[in-house]
């Protein structure tokens, strides 16, 4: 059984960080392009950041560029967002993807049940 687990959320100050998780089993993912989703409160599931398979291309939402960073460890089949300068804004159930070929902003076949992540001013 495929699955994506995120893990890693919880409630944070503005300003501060935290490192989301997202452990994938039941095939190699090392070969996937990995993402990172969010979905706040009544508002549509945004995009945040993705990485290809060996790590060496990333892209990001212009609303979090510069503040979050994405990585992985196919060794563990993990992929990581560490989420720095965390605002109010911030606050929304974070998705982990992953598929072959998507990138971007796009359908991706696999994915997480979601870590919840608040953000108090």
């Known amino acids: 059984q495929v699955q994506l687990v995120e893990s890693g959320g919880g409630l944070v100050q503005a300003g501060g960080s935290l490192r989301l998780s997202c452990a994938a089993s039941?095939?190699?993912?090392?070969?996937?392009?990995m993402a990172w989703f969010r979905q706040a409160p009544e508002k549509e599931r945004e995009f945040v950041a993705v990485i290809n398979w060996n790590a060496r291309n990333t892209y990001y939402a212009d609303s979090v560029k510069g503040r979050f960073t994405i990585s992985r460890d196919n060794a563990k089949n993990t992929v990581y967002l560490q989420m720095n300068s965390l605002k109010p804004g911030d606050t929304a159930d974070y998705y982990c993807?992953?598929?072959?070929?998507?990138?971007?902003?796009?359908?991706?076949?696999?994915w997480g049940q979601g870590t919840q992540v608040t953000v108090s001013s």
């Open positions: 993807a992953a598929d072959p070929y998507s990138w971007g902003d796009a359908s991706y076949r696999y």
């Open positions: 039941g095939r190699t993912f090392s070969s996937d392009n």
